[in-house]
Protein backbone atom coordinates (compact mmCIF):
# COMPACT_ATOMS: atom_id res chain seq x y z
CA UNK A 1 0.00 0.00 0.00
CA UNK A 2 3.20 2.13 1.13
CA UNK A 3 4.68 1.60 -2.38
CA UNK A 4 1.65 1.82 -4.15
CA UNK A 5 1.10 5.36 -2.55
CA UNK A 6 4.50 6.52 -3.12
CA UNK A 7 4.73 5.45 -7.11
CA UNK A 8 1.18 7.34 -7.21
CA UNK A 9 2.89 10.82 -5.86
CA UNK A 10 6.06 10.15 -8.01
CA UNK A 11 4.01 9.83 -11.37
CA UNK A 12 2.17 13.24 -10.30
CA UNK A 13 5.23 14.85 -10.18
CA UNK A 14 6.22 12.97 -13.44
CA UNK A 15 2.72 14.64 -14.74
CA UNK A 16 3.46 18.38 -12.76
CA UNK A 17 7.36 18.33 -14.25
CA UNK A 18 5.97 17.65 -18.21
CA UNK A 19 3.53 20.70 -17.58
CA UNK A 20 6.15 22.93 -16.55
CA UNK A 21 4.74 23.03 -12.91
CA UNK A 22 8.32 23.00 -11.10
CA UNK A 23 7.17 24.46 -8.14
CA UNK A 24 4.41 22.76 -7.59
CA UNK A 25 6.47 19.46 -7.96
CA UNK A 26 9.17 20.16 -6.14
CA UNK A 27 6.64 20.87 -3.27
CA UNK A 28 5.71 17.07 -3.37
CA UNK A 29 8.81 15.99 -3.64
CA UNK A 30 10.76 17.05 -1.27
CA UNK A 31 8.75 15.98 1.65
CA UNK A 32 8.75 12.20 0.17
CA UNK A 33 12.96 12.90 0.59
CA UNK A 34 13.19 12.67 3.69
CA UNK A 35 10.56 10.17 3.71
CA UNK A 36 12.29 8.15 1.80
CA UNK A 37 16.26 9.32 1.56
CA UNK A 38 16.94 5.93 -0.10
CA UNK A 39 14.81 6.37 -3.37
CA UNK A 40 17.07 6.97 -6.51
CA UNK A 41 14.14 8.31 -8.70
CA UNK A 42 13.16 11.07 -6.01
CA UNK A 43 16.85 12.25 -6.10
CA UNK A 44 16.80 12.20 -9.70
CA UNK A 45 13.75 14.11 -10.30
CA UNK A 46 14.82 16.82 -7.88
CA UNK A 47 18.25 17.47 -10.28
CA UNK A 48 16.27 17.65 -13.09
CA UNK A 49 14.14 20.11 -11.07
CA UNK A 50 17.23 22.29 -10.25
CA UNK A 51 18.88 21.64 -14.08
CA UNK A 52 15.63 23.31 -15.61
CA UNK A 53 15.83 26.45 -13.16
CA UNK A 54 19.17 26.49 -14.23
CA UNK A 55 21.19 25.47 -10.96
CA UNK A 56 23.33 23.18 -12.79
CA UNK A 57 25.98 22.62 -9.88
CA UNK A 58 22.91 21.58 -7.45
CA UNK A 59 21.67 19.43 -10.38
CA UNK A 60 24.64 17.32 -11.35
CA UNK A 61 25.54 16.89 -7.22
CA UNK A 62 21.56 15.32 -7.15
CA UNK A 63 22.16 13.26 -10.53
CA UNK A 64 25.32 12.29 -8.63
CA UNK A 65 23.37 10.67 -5.70
CA UNK A 66 20.53 9.42 -7.86
CA UNK A 67 23.71 7.26 -9.45
CA UNK A 68 24.92 6.05 -6.00
CA UNK A 69 21.37 5.16 -5.03
CA UNK A 70 20.97 3.24 -8.53
CA UNK A 71 24.13 2.20 -10.47
CA UNK A 72 22.90 -0.08 -12.89
CA UNK A 73 20.08 2.97 -14.07
CA UNK A 74 21.60 4.45 -17.31
CA UNK A 75 19.22 7.11 -17.34
CA UNK A 76 20.50 8.67 -14.19
CA UNK A 77 24.33 8.31 -15.13
CA UNK A 78 23.15 10.18 -18.91
CA UNK A 79 21.66 13.20 -17.08
CA UNK A 80 24.74 13.41 -14.65
CA UNK A 81 26.86 13.50 -17.61
CA UNK A 82 24.47 15.53 -19.27
CA UNK A 83 24.81 18.44 -16.29
CA UNK A 84 28.57 17.70 -16.08
CA UNK A 85 28.85 18.83 -19.85
CA UNK A 86 27.06 22.08 -18.82
CA UNK A 87 29.82 22.54 -15.99
CA UNK A 88 32.55 22.06 -18.81
CA UNK A 89 33.18 19.28 -16.38
CA UNK A 90 34.22 17.37 -19.60
CA UNK A 91 36.40 14.54 -18.09
CA UNK A 92 34.12 13.92 -15.51
CA UNK A 93 31.15 13.99 -18.32
CA UNK A 94 33.50 10.98 -19.99
CA UNK A 95 33.12 9.09 -17.38
CA UNK A 96 29.67 8.99 -16.68
CA UNK A 97 28.53 8.30 -20.27
CA UNK A 98 31.37 5.81 -20.62
CA UNK A 99 29.59 4.06 -17.58
CA UNK A 100 25.93 4.77 -19.41
CA UNK A 101 27.19 3.30 -22.56
CA UNK A 102 28.58 -0.11 -20.61
CA UNK A 103 24.81 -0.36 -19.41
CA UNK A 104 23.05 0.10 -22.58
CA UNK A 105 26.10 -0.08 -25.01
CA UNK A 106 23.84 0.07 -28.63
CA UNK A 107 22.09 2.89 -27.69
CA UNK A 108 22.68 6.12 -30.40
CA UNK A 109 21.92 8.95 -28.10
CA UNK A 110 24.36 7.78 -25.42
CA UNK A 111 26.52 7.19 -28.04
CA UNK A 112 26.78 10.75 -29.38
CA UNK A 113 26.76 12.00 -25.75
CA UNK A 114 30.16 10.12 -24.99
CA UNK A 115 31.91 11.47 -28.18
CA UNK A 116 30.43 15.09 -27.38
CA UNK A 117 32.23 14.78 -24.28
CA UNK A 118 35.13 12.85 -25.94
CA UNK A 119 35.34 15.92 -28.67
CA UNK A 120 35.00 18.87 -25.80
CA UNK A 121 37.90 17.36 -23.90
CA UNK A 122 40.30 17.15 -26.37
CA UNK A 123 40.33 12.87 -26.80
CA UNK A 124 39.75 13.22 -30.58
CA UNK A 125 41.50 9.52 -30.94
CA UNK A 126 38.87 7.91 -28.28
CA UNK A 127 36.45 10.13 -29.67
CA UNK A 128 37.01 7.79 -32.89
CA UNK A 129 38.16 4.97 -31.67
CA UNK A 130 33.89 4.84 -29.83
CA UNK A 131 32.80 6.03 -33.23
CA UNK A 132 34.37 2.98 -35.46
CA UNK A 133 33.44 0.68 -32.60
CA UNK A 134 29.23 1.51 -34.14
CA UNK A 135 30.23 1.54 -37.61
CA UNK A 136 26.51 0.80 -38.74
CA UNK A 137 25.49 3.30 -35.73
CA UNK A 138 27.40 5.97 -37.47
CA UNK A 139 26.08 5.07 -41.02
CA UNK A 140 22.86 5.25 -40.40
CA UNK A 141 23.04 9.06 -37.92
CA UNK A 142 24.23 12.15 -39.72
CA UNK A 143 25.17 13.83 -36.47
CA UNK A 144 27.53 11.02 -35.79
CA UNK A 145 29.13 11.16 -38.72
CA UNK A 146 29.39 15.43 -38.00
CA UNK A 147 31.48 13.71 -35.25
CA UNK A 148 33.77 11.31 -36.52
CA UNK A 149 34.37 14.70 -39.09
CA UNK A 150 35.33 16.50 -36.16
CA UNK A 151 37.36 13.66 -34.46
CA UNK A 152 39.39 13.24 -37.63
CA UNK A 153 39.61 17.58 -38.11
CA UNK A 154 40.93 17.02 -34.58
CA UNK A 155 43.80 14.65 -35.17
CA UNK A 156 44.69 16.75 -38.66
CA UNK A 157 43.77 13.98 -40.56
CA UNK A 158 41.97 16.70 -43.18
CA UNK A 159 41.37 14.74 -46.08
CA UNK A 160 39.74 12.19 -44.37
CA UNK A 161 37.94 14.71 -42.33
CA UNK A 162 36.47 16.59 -45.46
CA UNK A 163 35.19 13.52 -47.46
CA UNK A 164 33.45 12.82 -43.96
CA UNK A 165 31.88 16.44 -43.49
CA UNK A 166 31.13 17.01 -47.03
CA UNK A 167 29.31 13.73 -47.78
CA UNK A 168 26.93 15.11 -44.54
CA UNK A 169 26.60 18.40 -46.00
CA UNK A 170 25.10 16.90 -49.24
CA UNK A 171 22.77 15.02 -47.46
CA UNK A 172 21.71 17.68 -45.24
CA UNK A 173 22.63 21.12 -46.59
CA UNK A 174 21.59 23.25 -43.22
CA UNK A 175 23.58 21.02 -41.02
CA UNK A 176 25.34 23.76 -39.23
CA UNK A 177 27.54 21.69 -37.08
CA UNK A 178 29.16 19.93 -40.01
CA UNK A 179 29.49 23.33 -41.73
CA UNK A 180 31.25 24.93 -38.98
CA UNK A 181 33.80 21.66 -38.34
CA UNK A 182 34.24 21.87 -42.17
CA UNK A 183 35.14 25.60 -42.16
CA UNK A 184 37.72 24.90 -39.24
CA UNK A 185 39.03 21.66 -41.36
CA UNK A 186 39.88 24.25 -44.06
CA UNK A 187 41.22 27.05 -42.06
CA UNK A 188 43.75 24.94 -40.25
CA UNK A 189 45.11 24.02 -43.65
CA UNK A 190 45.38 27.54 -44.45
CA UNK A 191 42.32 27.57 -46.93
CA UNK A 192 40.76 30.53 -45.56
CA UNK A 193 38.54 31.34 -48.61
CA UNK A 194 36.80 27.65 -49.00
CA UNK A 195 36.62 27.99 -45.18
CA UNK A 196 34.90 31.59 -45.71
CA UNK A 197 33.06 30.03 -48.68
CA UNK A 198 31.72 27.56 -46.21
CA UNK A 199 30.13 29.53 -43.79
CA UNK A 200 28.80 32.09 -46.42
CA UNK A 201 26.87 29.08 -47.91
CA UNK A 202 25.66 27.98 -44.55
CA UNK A 203 23.94 31.16 -44.03
CA UNK A 204 22.53 31.48 -47.48
CA UNK A 205 20.83 28.24 -46.70
CA UNK A 206 19.10 28.93 -43.54
CA UNK A 207 18.03 32.03 -44.74
CA UNK A 208 16.32 30.16 -47.86
CA UNK A 209 14.96 27.57 -44.95
CA UNK A 210 13.71 29.93 -43.00
CA UNK A 211 11.74 32.04 -45.99
CA UNK A 212 10.20 28.52 -47.39
CA UNK A 213 9.65 28.06 -43.54
CA UNK A 214 7.67 31.47 -43.25
CA UNK A 215 6.08 31.46 -46.52
CA UNK A 216 4.37 27.73 -45.95
CA UNK A 217 3.55 29.02 -42.11
CA UNK A 218 1.59 31.86 -43.80
CA UNK A 219 -0.48 29.55 -46.09
CA UNK A 220 -1.28 26.90 -43.56
CA UNK A 221 -2.54 30.00 -41.35
CA UNK A 222 -4.62 31.47 -43.90
CA UNK A 223 -6.20 28.24 -44.49
CA UNK A 224 -6.81 27.42 -41.05
CA UNK A 225 -8.75 31.11 -40.89
Known sequence: MVAE?????IEETVSLLKAGEFNKAALIL????????????????LGYIALQKGDVSDAASLFEKATKKSPSSVGYFSNFGAAL?????????????SKACSLQPDNPLLIENLTTAFLRSGRFEKALELLNTHKEMVENKLTLQTQKGAALSGLERY???QACLENVISKSPIDMDARVNLSVCYNEQGDYLKALTVITQMFLQIAWFAEKLGSKGQTDLDQCC
Open 5 to 9: SLNHQ
Open 30 to 45: NPLQKSYPDNAEITNL
Open 85 to 97: LELKQNRAACDAF
Open 159 to 161: VEA
